[in-house]
């Protein structure tokens, strides 16, 4: 970890320290200590190299607020934020801090009056340019190899404190993760019932009324056949237009066959898949696909499904002129990351696109991560399991 990473994070542990401090009755609110323990949640987990996606904002209300255990710690790491941030964040500023009279009294110490000069070590005077020149250089290299060896160790402990005292115990983390389940497997049978709703009026509405007029034209056609004298002309009109009802007919039972299981898939696996569906995306898109072994096909389905909808928003809505796909497996698990240049601000609340995607990985016990300031760049991010 870079010094000047661990100096800057103690350092505002120092002003969220005083701040917490200042503002205590405030922050006692079960909302705004949820607010504040996910931000410095997040910090702590970016500090040691681990982001951790943001606990859900505090719906429940009333005194059950009060009560849920996550507000309890919320609660907690207030007066642990107050001591711990303002403690360390302090032997920061003092390490810190005594750097600069230090510079002062070796570069400008002929620049104040006597009773103004920079003192060193907390206490000693600078009488002139001997002192000014051992004893400054002395003290930064001192305060240097203290900052060097003290503070990357000391902001780890900070942030481990605050991540052991805001993390889930392991009853809370099975509770969470059974209820998430729970809820994707409703959302999983819903959208089940409303995909086979949708067959079936894709077959009744499209390929069942074309083989209904094709079996209403060779019956025409089959008495046609027998009249005297027989009509040559009706004949060929009435068999043509069978012949290109069967085929609009195969085409739209294609269409439905594709939305189930996409043939291709079947046919050229997932890299081959995906390297059809970036060819056809409207904006160049580069694909990355590492050595993935065996994947489970209802993984499968589910990233060819996740990067097709993915990459139509962005040819749709995101303005981009490049976008890029990557799979990787490791281990047991998938990682799909799916990024574009565009202007950003995508949403998985607004429309169905981003949200069917969610619901897809959810339902396999996977994670999903949208990444999508206002400018840009956006970038989704998919991890599922693929055990066999």
Same mark, same amino acid.
């Given at each position: 970890?870079?010094?000047?990473?661990?100096?800057?994070? $103690? +350092? /505002? %542990? &120092? !002003?969220?320290?005083?701040?917490?401090? @200042? *503002?205590?009755?405030?922050?006692?609110?079960?909302?705004?200590?949820?607010?504040?323990?996910?931000?410095?949640?997040?910090?702590?987990?970016?500090?040691?190299?681990?982001?951790?996606?943001?606990?859900?904002?505090?719906?429940?209300?009333?005194?059950?607020?009060?009560?849920?255990?996550?507000?309890?710690?919320?609660?907690?790491?207030?007066?642990?934020?107050?001591?711990?941030?303002?403690?360390?964040?302090?032997?920061?500023?003092?390490?810190?801090?005594?750097?600069?009279?230090?510079?002062?009294?070796?570069?400008?110490?002929?620049?104040?009056?006597?009773?103004?000069?920079?003192?060193?070590?907390?206490?000693?005077?600078?009488?002139?340019?001997?002192?000014?020149?051992?004893?400054?250089?002395?003290?930064?290299? $001192? +305060? /240097? %190899? &203290? !900052?060097?060896?003290?503070?990357?160790? @000391? *902001?780890?402990?900070?942030?481990?404190?605050?991540?052991?005292?805001?993390?889930?115990?392991?009853?809370?983390?099975?509770?969470?993760?059974?209820?998430?389940?729970?809820?994707?497997?409703?959302?999983?049978?819903?959208?089940?019932?409303?995909?086979?709703?949708?067959?079936?009026?894709?077959?009744?509405?499209?390929?069942?009324?074309?083989?209904?007029?094709?079996?209403?034209?060779?019956?025409?056609?089959?008495?046609?056949?027998?009249?005297?004298?027989?009509?040559?002309?009706?004949?060929?009109?009435?068999?043509?237009?069978?012949?290109?009802?069967?085929?609009?007919?195969?085409?739209?039972?294609?269409?439905?066959?594709?939305?189930?299981?996409?043939?291709?898939?079947?046919?050229?696996?997932?890299?081959?898949? $995906?390297? /059809?569906?970036? !060819?056809?995306?409207?904006?160049?898109?580069?694909?990355?696909?590492?050595?993935?072994?065996?994947?489970?096909?209802?993984?499968?389905?589910?990233?060819?499904?996740?990067?097709?909808?993915?990459?139509?928003?962005?040819?749709?809505?995101?303005?981009?002129?490049?976008?890029?796909?990557?799979?990787?497996?490791?281990?047991?698990?998938?990682?799909?990351?799916?990024?574009?240049?565009?202007?950003?601000?995508?949403?998985?609340?607004?429309?169905?696109?981003?949200?069917?995607?969610?619901?897809?990985?959810?339902?396999?016990?996977?994670?999903?991560?949208?990444?999508?300031?206002?400018?840009?760049?956006?970038?989704?991010?998919?991890?599922?399991?693929?055990?066999?």
């Amino acid at each position: 970890m870079q010094v000047w990473r661990a100096a800057v994070f $103690l +350092l /505002a %542990a &120092l !002003a969220t320290g005083i701040a917490t401090l @200042i *503002a205590l009755p405030l922050l006692c609110h079960p909302r705004l200590a949820r607010r504040w323990a996910n931000w410095h949640r997040g910090r702590a987990g970016r500090l040691l190299g681990t982001p951790l996606a943001a606990r859900p904002a505090l719906r429940t209300p009333g005194r059950r607020a009060w009560a849920d255990p996550a507000t309890l710690r919320d609660l907690l790491w207030l007066p642990v934020n107050a001591l711990t941030g303002t403690v360390l964040g302090l032997l920061t500023l003092l390490c810190v801090g005594n750097l600069v009279p230090a510079a002062v009294a070796t570069s400008l110490w002929w620049a104040f009056a006597p009773e103004e000069r920079p003192r060193l070590f907390i206490d000693v005077p600078v009488t002139g340019w001997t002192s000014a020149l051992t004893l400054g250089p002395l003290q930064m290299l $001192l +305060l /240097a %190899a &203290l !900052a060097y060896l003290a503070l990357p160790p @000391i *902001a780890r402990a900070y942030a481990r404190i605050c991540l052991a005292v805001l993390s889930h115990s392991t009853a809370e983390q099975l509770a969470d993760r059974v209820a998430v389940l729970t809820r994707t497997r409703a959302d999983v049978l819903d959208a089940h019932g409303a995909e086979l709703r949708r067959i079936e009026r894709d077959l009744h509405d499209g390929t069942q009324a074309r083989l209904v007029a094709i079996a209403m034209r060779l019956a025409v056609a089959r008495r046609a056949l027998y009249d005297k004298p027989r009509n040559e002309q009706l004949l060929e009109d009435l068999l043509r237009d069978a012949h290109e009802g069967t085929e609009e007919a195969m085409t739209e039972l294609r269409e439905v066959i594709r939305t189930v299981y996409p043939p291709i898939l079947a046919d050229r696996g997932l890299t081959g898949a $995906l390297t /059809a569906v970036t !060819a056809r995306c409207g904006v160049p898109t580069r694909l990355d696909v590492g050595d993935l072994d065996t994947v489970p096909a209802a993984v499968e389905a589910v990233v060819y499904f996740a990067v097709a909808e993915a990459l139509t928003n962005v040819t749709k809505h995101s303005r981009a002129t490049a976008a890029g796909v990557t799979v990787i497996r490791r281990a047991d698990r998938l990682s799909v990351a799916i990024t574009d240049d565009g202007v950003g601000g995508a949403d998985d609340r607004c429309g169905t696109g981003l949200a069917g995607i969610r619901r897809r990985v959810l339902a396999l016990d996977g994670a999903v991560d949208i990444d999508s300031p206002a400018g840009g760049p956006t970038t989704i991010t998919m991890e599922l399991p693929c055990r066999l």
